[in-house]
Structures are given as structure tokens and as C-alpha cells.
């Protein structure tokens, strides 16, 4: 396979399945809010994203088909981060230092949701919370860098780094609202729906916003055949 493939088609159809997934597992889930354990099946306000990786619901029940569902789905989109951000250094050859950094960051929050689907928030749930927390901050830092990459490459559509700042932009305040200002759910249940939409507006983002971003490095290779 050459490195279009990984750069345009691979995350698009990563995306998709990643929906797909994520609409099955929460179908599938038993049920239970961290401050509710009598709440019927999935709520799309009251329940995080995580809370479909569990390996026993918050209802405490078995959550099986739930978390193989949902763990797989954050593995398939943390290798594609990882073959994406891998392979799309190819396009910045004149930015060796810049590019070295960006990929890091990028490969590494790739890596970051793979640990998240491996480790059950209610099994190992430090680790979840590190690697829920670094799979944000690296794309942050990664989108910065490869705004200014962008701006940079003769040929590469000035607008996508706009995308990329305004993508960069959205994380860090998610991170900021969710961490500094939003009180933890647990010690203040008024604040759960807050914390829950804040999480999936970031993470439709994220899939938007690297979708847009394959789709301008397929144009530039485009352009350079």
C-alpha cells in the first residue's frame, strides 16, 4: 500500500467504523451513571465515553460486549493516529526538527487512546486517566506544530492550518474546562452533563478535524504527482 492510503483512506474509514462501533456499545451497555447505578442502558449526556469501555458497568453488571466494542473502536483509531502522524512526515522534508516534534506528539496521542482502550476505567482506572489526559494534550501540541508546518510547505493549503489552530484551540479549552473550571462529577453531580457533553463535542471535533486534515494532505500529494 503507498502512503496515500494511510495519509487519506485509512482515516476516513477509521472514522467510520469508529461510529459504528461506538453507536453498537452504546446500545449494548448495562447500564448506570457514575451518580446513578439505576439508570437504564446508555444516556447521551450522563454517560462519558469511557464509561462504555468498562468491563462492568456502572449498574455493576457485565459490560462485556460493551467494552470489546468500545476498547476496539479506540484501538483502531489509535493505530490509525499512529500510521497518519508516521506517514505524513513524508510531506515536510525541508522541517526536519519541527517535523521530528510534531510526529512525537502525534504518534504519541495515537498511542495514548490505545492505552485508554486497554485499560478499563474501572480496572485500572490511573492509567485510563493518564492516557485519556495525554491523548488530548498530544494532539494539542501536535496541531499547533503542524499548523505552523503547514503555513511553511509552498503548496499546502494555508486553510487547513486554520482548521488546525481552531482544532488546537478547542482542545486545550476542553482541557482547561474540563480539569480547571468543571468540578470532579462525583463530588458535584450537577456538574456531570457539563463534563459529558464538553467530552463528546471535543471527541466529534478531533474526528472532524483529522478527517479534514487527511483530506488536505491528500490534495497536496496530489499536486505533487
Known amino acids: 500500500m503507498n502512503?496515500?492510503?494511510?495519509?487519506?483512506?485509512l482515516p476516513r474509514y477509521s472514522m467510520i467504523i469508529y461510529i459504528i462501533l461506538n453507536i453498537m456499545a452504546m446500545l449494548m451497555y448495562a447500564g448506570g451513571n457514575i451518580n446513578d447505578p439505576s439508570q437504564?442502558?446508555?444516556?447521551?449526556?450522563?454517560?462519558?465515553?469511557?464509561?462504555?469501555?468498562?468491563?462492568?458497568?456502572?449498574?455493576?453488571?457485565?459490560?462485556?460486549?460493551?467494552?470489546?466494542?468500545?476498547?476496539s473502536s479506540l484501538t483502531i483509531v489509535g493505530?490509525?493516529?499512529m500510521t497518519?502522524?508516521?506517514?505524513?512526515r513524508l510531506i515536510f522534508?525541508?522541517?526536519?526538527?519541527?517535523?521530528?516534534?510534531?510526529t512525537f506528539f502525534g504518534v504519541y496521542s495515537g498511542f495514548s487512546y490505545i492505552g485508554v482502550g486497554f485499560t478499563p476505567a474501572d480496572l485500572y482506572l490511573e492509567a485510563h486517566i493518564f492516557f485519556a489526559h495525554w491523548a488530548f494534550r498530544a494532539l494539542f501540541a501536535a496541531s499547533i506544530l503542524y499548523s505552523i508546518l503547514i503555513f511553511r510547505t509552498d503548496g499546502f493549503e494555508n486553510k487547513y492550518a486554520y482548521a488546525f489552530i481552531i482544532f488546537g484551540i478547542m482542545v486545550?479549552?476542553?482541557?482547561?474546562?474540563?480539569?480547571?473550571?468543571?468540578?470532579?462529577?462525583?463530588d458535584n453531580p450537577a456538574s456531570l452533563i457539563k463534563h459529558v457533553v464538553a467530552q463528546k463535542m471535543v471527541v466529534f471535533w478531533i474526528l472532524f478535524a483529522v478527517y479534514i486534515y487527511s483530506v488536505g494532505a491528500g490534495k497536496y500529494l496530489s499536486r505533487k504527482v
Open 3 to 9: 502512503d496515500r492510503f494511510f495519509i487519506t483512506t
Open 40 to 71: 437504564e442502558g446508555y444516556s447521551f449526556i450522563r454517560n462519558f465515553f469511557s464509561d462504555l469501555g468498562r468491563r462492568y458497568s456502572l449498574a455493576g453488571d457485565s459490560n462485556l460486549t460493551s467494552c470489546v466494542l468500545f476498547n
Open 79 to 81: 493505530l490509525t493516529f
Open 84 to 88: 497518519l502522524f508516521y506517514k505524513v
Open 93 to 102: 522534508p525541508d522541517n526536519k526538527f519541527l517535523i521530528f516534534i510534531a
Open 172 to 186: 486545550f479549552c476542553y482541557v482547561i474546562y474540563s480539569e480547571v473550571v468543571l468540578d470532579d462529577p462525583r
